[in-house]
Nanobody, 116 residues
Framework: QVQLVESGGGLVQAGGSLRLSCAAS????????MGWYRQAPGKQRELVAT???????NYADSVKGRFTISRENAKNTVYLQMNSLKPEDTAVYYC??????????WGQGTQVTVSS
């Protein structure tokens, strides 16, 4: 079983920064995709950014140029550096790790609130 533990959420003013971390533990295949998703109240969960083991990244258009995803493979940890935060970035942010169709795991979520 795989567990994901997220940290780093909180309350920040618009224009500020936060860094989210997510550490995965358990039986993890070395070649995998890790990512961050978010869900705002009344909205569907959406992709924020993903990164594969070899380092290729993918970002939602809404965060390009402001957010940076990175990872430490040796620690099975993924980070999300969020700069120039906007009130519309307010959401619960979820970490995900996937390496097969059935091996697809989510964290419990961490709240990010951006005040105007």
């Amino acid at each position: 079983q795989v567990q994901l533990v997220e940290s780093g959420g909180g309350l920040v003013q618009a224009g500020g920064s936060l860094r989210l971390s997510c550490a995965a533990s358990g039986s993890i295949f070395s070649s995998n995709l890790m990512g961050w998703y978010r869900q705002a109240p009344g909205k569907q969960r959406e992709l924020v950014a993903t990164i594969v083991s070899r380092g290729s990244t993918n970002y939602a258009d809404s965060v390009k140029g402001r957010f940076t995803i990175s990872r430490e493979n040796a620690k099975n940890t993924v980070y999300l550096q969020m700069n120039s935060l906007k009130p519309e970035d307010t959401a619960v942010y979820y970490c995900r790790i996937r390496y097969t169709i059935v091996n697809d795991y989510w964290g419990q979520g961490t709240q990010v609130t951006v005040s105007s």
